[in-house]
């Protein structure tokens, strides 16, 4: 029996993400979201005020808002500012294309932290990935001017077999950036990733990743989060690498059209905010149940002595097989 391995929340999320549209100024080859045109439903700038006094009432502490490209949409900073000027946390994932001293001077100082995506060292690994020629120079000088002006920056990095090998000179990058995370995502075949199979790391690569990502928070300046839940199995009870999986545990994503999932790498929806409220969503969609629910887990990970601590990544299982309570094939126990 596995009665107890159904997991306890709160009420009501800590932390939100919204993807406040789907348009975006790159064209990204590992793009889960497909993202690059804005949805014909979004949200509304009201809409989204709507949402976040909701989330304000109910005590949410966190919004981390993302796309598509953020900065693209004209209302953003309004929208951010109301949540700001409500006592949440905002944080803001971009690529810092469109990022201009009088944003950092104006705007970032509000954000607890920036989170921007960089996919390499060097302009061949970054812009790779990001499909588009001179992102590189533009996004590290950027950093570079929120850092000085005081904005607490973080990097995020999609790992795959393009940029794996240069996890030391990240490190030594990120150094001398002065960031303060680096967020850690694996490449995936969801969405556009859908063509880039050959660069996804295999099982056991992995496991090295993490391995070696342990060795390296002995020397980065920087707290490392892997979006992944696997470092419970290392069984290293010094392990400092931030890994969990929070869907549905502490947190929840809103689409752009308003569409409401426990993960935002997977078009698992439990409800829309025109139609529900979060608080109903959070607590009585069966989708969020589920995710609670290590008794429905299936496959390799139903026999797994760390399913409680881990249970492995339900976006992985859904990608491979659409079913987000199957057995996440990219871990490496059998």
Request: proline share 3%.
């Amino acid at each position: 029996m596995k009665d107890n391995f159904v997991i306890n929340t709160a009420q009501y999320p800590y932390s939100v993400g919204i993807a406040i549209t789907n348009k975006c100024n790159l064209h990204c080859i590992h793009c889960n979201m497909n993202s690059g045109q804005a949805l014909n439903n979004e949200l509304t700038k009201n809409e989204c005020f709507k949402l976040i006094g909701e989330l304000k009432e109910n005590k949410v502490q966190k919004i981390n808002f993302f796309g598509g490209e953020p900065l693209v949409r004209n209302d953003f900073f309004e929208i951010a500012n109301y949540a700001y000027n409500l006592g949440i946390f905002v944080h803001v994932t971009t690529n810092a294309l469109l990022v201009t001293d009088n944003i950092i001077k104006n705007e970032l100082y509000k954000f607890e932290m920036v989170r921007v995506s960089l996919d390499g060292p060097t302009p061949e690994t970054h812009e790779f990935i990001r499909n588009k020629k001179g992102t590189f120079e533009k996004t590290i000088n950027n950093i570079k001017k929120m850092v000085d002006n005081g904005v607490d920056v973080g990097v995020v990095t999609c790992i795959s077999h393009k940029n794996i090998k240069y996890l030391k000179e990240m490190v030594q990058l990120l150094t001398e950036l002065k960031i303060k995370r680096w967020f850690i995502p694996l490449l995936s075949t969801a969405g556009r990733g859908s063509s880039l199979s050959s660069e996804v790391l295999l099982p056991h690569e992995i496991k090295d990743l993490l391995i070696e990502l342990e060795k390296l928070t002995k020397k980065a300046s920087f707290i490392i989060n892997l979006d992944l839940p696997y470092t419970f199995l290392l069984k290293n009870k010094n392990n400092k690498i931030k890994s969990s999986c929070p869907a549905a545990i502490t947190e929840l994503t809103i689409f752009a059209n308003g569409d409401v999932s426990p993960c935002c790498e997977i078009p698992v929806i439990g409800g829309n905010i025109r139609k529900n409220t979060i608080e109903d969503i959070w607590n009585n969609s069966d989708v969020f149940k589920n995710f609670r629910n290590k008794n429905l887990i299936k496959g390799k990970c139903s026999k797994c002595p760390y399913l409680i601590n881990c249970g492995g990544c339900r976006a992985n299982a859904y990608i491979k097989y659409n079913d987000y309570l199957e057995g996440d094939d990219a871990c490496w126990k059998n």
